[in-house]
């Protein structure tokens, strides 16, 4: 397509969604986005159209490989609401939120996990989510692997059966179901399905990731637009400044477990 073109059909849709809010967003992917409206970034979504004076429309594809290049690159939608501040592929907002990897476990074996230094993960069934199309280990399976922690570790495809409802719930349901003794989760995804679970969990924070200085276990999300698309990327930093309360208080509904950004030398937050 001739550059000329391209930039014309990006203004036209420019121009045709000013009474929209038109968002890239996976239709299965609690708890973040469903079709039925019922994830955090559906509300957050829908918080943003209020104050903007606009109505959400979705672009609904499977965020996995090629998400991005099929929705936003697109042109068909405008706004991703949850992608890891700096991510390189889009332009990104200030970071809304920050949060870590945890450890889910049942109540009722009162293991009061949390530290990956912990002599009994040598023996715990341990699940991680395997991400990816070619099922790359997360930071937990990695510090593991480097304590040759390996045999009793088991994955879970964080994609899982797309046909079925939360693919991600699996890992935790493992859990409660006495599958595995313990789950190594992203913050966001452990805290919501522990939180909806039948059997009472407990999610902790995971300590002592500092020993593994390969290893990122916290992560700032932010927003993400087209490149190049300033104006709407400074519409929801202001946004975000605005609402940090009104958008903790969502997160916390969620069970997303938050965590303050490092202090960096100059005395700032990173």
Sequence with gaps: MALGLLIALNVSASAASDG?????????????????????????????AEHFGQHVSYTWWAQ????????????????????????????????????????VTRQDQHLDLSSLLDPRLHHLAIGVHLIGDDGNNPPPAQALGEQGIVDNVRGYSIYGDYRQADPPARLVEAVANGEI?????????????????????????IRDYERFTSQQFQFAIAMGVRKGDHALRDRLNAFIDEHRPEIKSLLRSYGVPLVEA?????????
């Excluded at 239709?27 to 994830?39: K, Q, R, T, Y």
């Excluded at 697109?74 to 949060?99: F, H, M, N, Q, W």
């Design 64 to 103: 996995r490989r090629g998400f991005i290049r099929n929705t936003l690159k697109a042109g068909a939608c405008d706004l991703v609401i949850g992608v890891p501040a700096g991510y390189d592929l889009v332009e990104t907002t200030k970071p809304y939120y920050r949060s870590t990897y945890v450890f």
């Design 262 to 270: 490092p202090v960096t030398a100059l005395g700032g937050h990173e």
């Design 20 to 48: 929209e809010l038109r968002v890239c967003a996976d239709p299965n992917n609690l708890p973040f986005s469903n079709s039925a409206g019922a994830g955090l970034e559906n509300r957050l979504a829908a918080m943003l």
């Design 181 to 205: 003794d313990v789950a190594a989760a992203w913050g966001p995804l452990g805290g919501y399905f522990a939180q909806h679970s039948p059997v009472p969990l407990t999610v902790a924070p």
